[in-house]
């Protein structure tokens, strides 16, 4: 089992920077690709970021247009999600999530977190 705890959401403006953190541990979190996925009301969850616990892969989804940014801090155990340039559209509950392979697919991540709320005013 591994146990993913989020944290570092908020309500912020437009223009402003977040950063969420999550927390892995459990069983071999190390194996497994860390993603990061958002899901607004009334909408499916949806790609936003993966990184691997080396840091050798880092995918992004094409929407962002370079205003996110994932890292890891490995001695932490914690997947870090920088996020610039917030947008009202960037309003979602933001969840990390474990799975055995790279894939951008919600269905291929098998632990996840409870998520933590974004919300950007315009």
């Known amino acids: 089992q591994v146990q993913l705890v989020e944290s570092g959401g908020g309500l912020v403006q437009a223009g402003d920077s977040l950063t969420l953190s999550c927390v892995a541990s459990g069983q071999s979190f190390g194996s497994y690709v860390m993603g990061w996925f958002r899901q607004a009301p009334g909408k499916e969850r949806e790609f936003v970021s993966l990184?691997?616990?080396?840091?050798?892969?880092?995918y992004y989804a094409d929407s962002l247009e370079g205003r996110f940014t994932i890292s890891r801090d490995s001695a932490k155990n914690t997947v870090y999600l920088q996020m610039n340039s917030l947008k009202p559209e960037d309003t979602s509950v933001y969840y990390c999530?474990?799975?055995?392979?790279?894939?951008?697919?919600?269905?291929?991540?098998?632990?996840w977190g409870q998520g933590t709320q974004v919300t950007v005013s315009s």
């Open positions: 999530a474990a799975g055995p392979g790279l894939s951008t697919d919600s269905k291929r991540y098998i632990f």
């Open positions: 990184i691997t616990w080396s840091g050798g892969n880092i």
